[in-house]
């Protein structure tokens, strides 16, 4: 055992667009539309040198409708959207402090410890499969990235994003997502937490 114990809280927020009425899709939506918080702790040599993975800490499952006339150009996007709560004081490149053990003679862990993995059976994202990091609080990480070329349901290939669900088309409409996090030994021990949204939303 070591002396050091740190806690690293993430809170995933799986939201839809509905600010405004669809232009080409009859619905746009994230299935659950709930809050996921996962919880890690640090408190010995493993975990701090080896980090610690969840997989499956998320489902994205999507659900977008035609129109009742269909609508050729009915597309989407999905993207993640990292949050450090700077309004709070935070540094741009950090997880945000929630309770510091001990008088923090090291660093706080900086937001690239995260690492964030997205997976589905048709890899149907680009990143699929690759753990990728974050560096600044507001970056985003596209899943499937928007304004591409519409690719119809069941080609089960990249960047799938024409109108289907995860019930007829699961392969391609369901994402899991995996987090790992490797500390280092000169942060600060204590409790920090970072938001990840789920930003799912029709192509203009």
């Not at 996007?77 to 935070?90: A, D, E, R, V």
């Not at 309770?99 to 699929?128: F, Q």
Request: include cysteine; proline fraction near 6%; aromatic fraction near 10%.
């Amino acid at each position: 055992m070591i002396s050091k114990v740190t806690f690293f809280s993430l809170i995933l927020l799986l939201v839809s667009n509905f600010i405004e009425a669809q232009i080409h899709c009859g619905l746009v939506e994230i299935i659950p539309n709930t809050t996921v918080n996962s919880l890690l702790l640090f408190d010995n040599f493993t975990s701090y040198n080896g980090g610690i993975i969840i997989n499956s800490v998320a489902k994205i499952r999507v659900k977008v409708e035609d129109k009742v006339i269909p609508d050729p150009l009915c597309s989407w996007s999905l993207t993640m959207i990292i949050n450090n709560n700077p309004g709070g004081g935070t540094p741009l490149s950090e997880w945000e402090q929630l309770n510091l053990y001990g008088s923090g003679l090291g660093i706080n862990p900086p937001i690239n410890a995260l690492e964030i993995r997205v997976r589905n059976i048709c890899t149907t994202s680009p990143m699929d499969g690759v753990f990728q990091t974050f560096t600044n609080n507001n970056d985003i990480i596209d899943i499937i990235a928007a304004l591409l070329p519409v690719t119809p349901a069941g080609s089960c290939t990249d960047n799938v994003n024409g109108s289907g669900n995860y019930l007829t088309n699961y392969d391609e409409f369901n994402f899991d997502i995996d987090i790992r996090v490797k500390p280092n030994f000169t942060y600060n021990p204590g409790i920090y937490q970072l938001n990840i949204k789920f930003h799912l939303e029709e192509n203009p």
